[in-house]
């Protein structure tokens, strides 16, 4: 059986192991949070290399994938200083080519919905899902990202992917630079909610982004939203059923009641296809169609 491991710097409360058959390969699919501590995840990567097949890096980027540049993020590369032999991805390939369906999804089961109330998306954070950004503007809808806010807690709404692509080349070698943390939620801060920028949840017709990010500042109101996200816990469901969100769409695969993030799910495809490295993004796109991987849709209220 083919192993493949997340290692998050992440909540443990978050951690789930299943086994999964792919292209007709078993695989262990496992997800091992360190609560914050990025020197515990670094000697878990330490520990388990060389004896797993995939590791995929959890609850951080190694970079930001701009219209294909890689922009490095300086205070996450120390994490992985000591994997010499097991291939390691954070599932941006995921993001550039798992994560672009989405749009065309929700025209396909809840068009008509999402058209009636206006096709308008708030994205948490564009540069971190630049694919998703994309592929959202180029389906026609009125879109506001919002890096300014959820990274930097700048209340500045960029409103055309010409403005992400002007902050990213401005601010990317920058924040880069700062401790992840300061960036995105760790450990203990990714089970704190405060509602925030309510103003622009409210304007959404969907919402948009990794989860954690949609949960950190969502208002106790979201009626009707349509919620692009994925690394959804059944926790997480609930919560958005309480909420009031209509309709919950996971880029991932939904396996034993959670979606797993698109690192570890990367990480599993890199696993099966026994190539011993990450796999290029047409090598991805090949192995989904053959999947029949796309976005799964639930209906929460």
Known sequence: MKRAVSIS?????RDKAVEVTLLGEKVSIERIGTDGDMEAAAQKYKELDGKV???GVGGADLGAIIEGKFYPFHSVQKIVRFVKNTPLVDGGGLKNTLENKAPAFLDKKIGDYINSRGRKVMVTVGVDRWGLSKSFVEAGYGTVF??????????????????LKTLAAIMIPIVTRFPFEWLYP???KQEVRTPKWEKWYKWATVVAGDCLYIKRN????????VV??????????????????KYLVTTT????????????????????????RPLTWPELTELLDKLGFEPQLQELN
Do not use: H
């Open 228 to 245: 692009v996200t994925n690394t959804t816990t059944p926790e997480d469901v609930a919560l958005f059923k309480k909420c009031g969100v």
């Open 218 to 225: 969502m208002p106790d109101d979201m009626q009707g939203k």
């Open 53 to 55: 097949d995939a590791f």
């Open 9 to 13: 710097i992440g909540s443990s409360k």
């Open 146 to 163: 919002c890096d300014m806010m959820f990274a930097l807690d700048v209340p500045i709404p960029i409103r055309s992917i010409g403005g």
């Open 253 to 276: 695969p939904v396996i034993d009641g959670r979606s797993f993030g698109t690192n570890m799910m990367e990480a599993a495809l890199v696993a099966v296809s026994g190539k011993g």
């Open 186 to 188: 760790t450990g203990e």
